[in-house]
């Protein structure tokens, strides 16, 4: 069956400390790969996403996410967090016309 | 441009009542689909609309159902309402299919079922 998987369901860290949230899948075929934040009270936005291609994927905000596709991995990354950066995010998969699935997300607290 | 907005942001319902939440895409987009959130299920996938045929739906009862007008304004209504009802309904709307493209998303309906 398709999934997605979230491991870590809150993580802390320090202002300026680098970051690693994990998203492992399980799909049929290579899916689409996405990661979405969202803000207290707020709906999600798309940080990045990976169709094809170049398998290191620059977003916004800073953020980066590499696909292996051997590990069934997208884990996001981000070199130095900033306060603001404190949100839940969400991986997702999905491909063509099927639905999107997203992981049950991974909230992160900033401290400074 | 304008967001996606969705309508209302708050409501209150009692258990076996029903409800119609509204949801108006980002102009041009084709594609609207209603996720339920709650913090014990996370996001849950209920339906996906584009061009006002359904094209995926989720594992959800019969008691949720949707459609899309001709301006891909979608609603999405739920009746006979449960108390596991109450959550957060998001709706995002996307120029191709969801999976295949970027979501943008309203800030939600949250539903309160007493």
């Known amino acids: 069956a398709q999934s997605v998987t979230q491991p870590d369901i809150h993580i802390t860290v320090s202002e300026g400390a680098s970051l690693e949230l994990r998203c492992n899948y399980s799909?049929?075929?290579?899916?689409?790969l996405f990661w979405y934040v969202q803000s207290p009270g707020q709906g999600l936005q798309l940080l990045l996403k990976?169709?094809?291609?170049?398998?290191l994927v620059q977003g916004i905000k800073g953020f980066e996410a590499e696909f292996k596709r051997s590990q069934s991995s997208f884990n996001l990354r981000k070199p130095s967090v900033h306060w603001s950066d404190a949100a839940e995010y969400f991986c997702a998969v999905g491909a063509d016309t099927d639905k999107l699935i997203f992981g049950t997300g991974t909230r992160l607290q900033v401290f400074p | 441009k304008a967001g996606v907005t969705q309508t209302p942001r708050y409501l209150i319902k009692t258990r076996g009542q029903q409800v119609t939440l509204s949801c108006s895409p980002i102009s041009g987009h084709r594609s609207v689909s209603w996720y339920q959130q709650t913090p014990g299920q996370g996001l849950q996938f209920l339906f996906e609309y584009f061009s006002e045929t359904q094209r995926n739906k989720g594992n959800f009862p019969g008691r949720f159902s949707g459609r899309q007008f001709s301006n891909s304004r979608s609603e999405m209504n739920v009746s006979t309402l449960e108390l596991g009802d109450s959550a957060l309904y998001l709706c995002a709307s996307s120029l191709a299919l969801a999976a295949a493209d970027t979501q943008y998303f309203g800030p939600g309906t949250r539903l309160t079922v007493l």
């Open positions: 799909y049929g075929a290579t899916p689409y």
């Open positions: 990976y169709f094809s291609g170049d398998t």
